[in-house]
């Protein structure tokens, strides 16, 4: 019975490089959510997609971040041209369905380091 | 979403229970109660949720109040593992529902 599994675990980047996060989703879960901690902050909502298709993308930077969620395949969350300001945890939840009854769990998360 | 205030840290002895409060007086009759927690660095961990009725599983047992305005969380017997940020989350069925606002929670430190 896995959970949310999410890769890489550690990503380690130079300014102005591409990071791609990967996001799979409990099985048969079609809801999956991005969220961004900051070092000592709290998590923040940043997109949430269901199946081909983003939902409300209303936490995501306009630019250079962008978000996927492939009708084959992992949700992927892209931060193009890194800064060192985009060094955080990236976490990743998945839910069978949409609203506040159907639970969300979270992946162990990608941590990522922009030098 | 409604929102919550949780104190920010607490203590409890191992082998005792943790009763973590959280006040959310402006929660509509259609908002869950959600907590979850966050053990250094990992993700947010599923705890329980409740609308009205107070809940129990393996974790902890959820009690929210007759007017729905508050709620705590008990963890029957904490151990050192149980050291993490307790957050309380309200979320609505509606549009939006769907974001988990996460607070500041509560840091709770469970000694030996």
Known sequence: NAGVMQNPRHLVRRRGQEARLRCSPVKGHSHVYWYRQLPEEGLKFMVYLQKENIIDESGMPKERFSAEFPKEGPSILRIQQVVRGDSAAYFCASSPGQGAKETQYFGPGTRLLVL | ?112
Not at chain 2, 23 to 43: C, D, F, K, L, P
Not at chain 2, 46 to 52: A, F, M, R, S, T
Not at chain 2, 79 to 95: Q, S
Request: charged fraction near 20%; charge should be positive; aromatic fraction near 10%.
């Open chain 2, 1 to 112: 979403d409604a929102k919550t205030t949780q104190p920010p840290s607490m203590d409890c002895a191992e082998g005792r229970a943790a009763n973590l409060p959280c006040n959310h007086s402006t929660i509509s009759g259609n908002e869950y109660v959600y907590w979850y927690r966050q053990i250094h660095s990992q993700g947010p961990q599923y705890i329980i949720h409740g609308l009205k009725n107070n809940e129990t599983n393996e974790m902890a047992s959820l009690i929210i109040t007759e007017d729905r305005k508050s709620s705590t969380l008990i963890l029957p017997h904490a151990t050192l593992r149980d050291t993490a940020v307790y957050y309380c989350i309200v979320r609505a069925p509606y549009t939006g529902g769907f974001k988990t606002i996460f607070g500041a929670g509560t840091r709770l430190f469970v000694k030996a």
